[in-house]
Nanobody
Framework: QVQLVESGGGLVQAGGSLRLSCAGSGRTFSSFAMGWFRQATEKEREFVASINWNPGHTMYADSVKGRFTISRDNAKNTVYLQMNSLKREDTAIYYC?????????????????????WGQGTQVTVSS
């Protein structure tokens, strides 16, 4: 059974940093794209970042470009999201997900519907 478990969320002041982790189990994810999404209160889930099975290919939402970095360690079946220069508007529940389609070497999906499995989420709260 595929499982994704996020960790690393918490409360941080604006301008601070957090590193989220997402550990996968149940199968090897090294051949698949993975992504991070977030959902703020009373808002729809939105794309944050994705990374191809080839870790050199990544995609970011405009709102986080230059501040967040997605990476992966295929040996650990884990994907990370380094978040720097955090803003109040980054406050949300952050979810990781895996897309089990065999996309090409530059495939970096950004739609919720692209992903088959999701973690339970981790809360990130940024205070002013």
């Amino acid at each position: 059974q595929v499982q994704l478990v996020e960790s690393g969320g918490g409360l941080v002041q604006a301008g601070g940093s957090l590193r989220l982790s997402c550990a996968g189990s149940g199968r090897t994810f090294s051949s698949f794209a993975m992504g991070w999404f977030r959902q703020a209160t009373e808002k729809e889930r939105e794309f944050v970042a994705s990374i191809n099975w080839n870790p050199g290919h990544t995609m970011y939402a405009d709102s986080v470009k230059g501040r967040f970095t997605i990476s992966r360690d295929n040996a650990k079946n884990t994907v990370y999201l380094q978040m720097n220069s955090l803003k109040r508007e980054d406050t949300a529940i952050y979810y990781c997900a895996v897309d089990l389609d065999y996309g090409g070497a530059s495939y970096t999906p950004s739609r919720v519907d692209d992903y088959e499995y999701w973690g339970q989420g981790t809360q990130v709260t940024v205070s002013s």
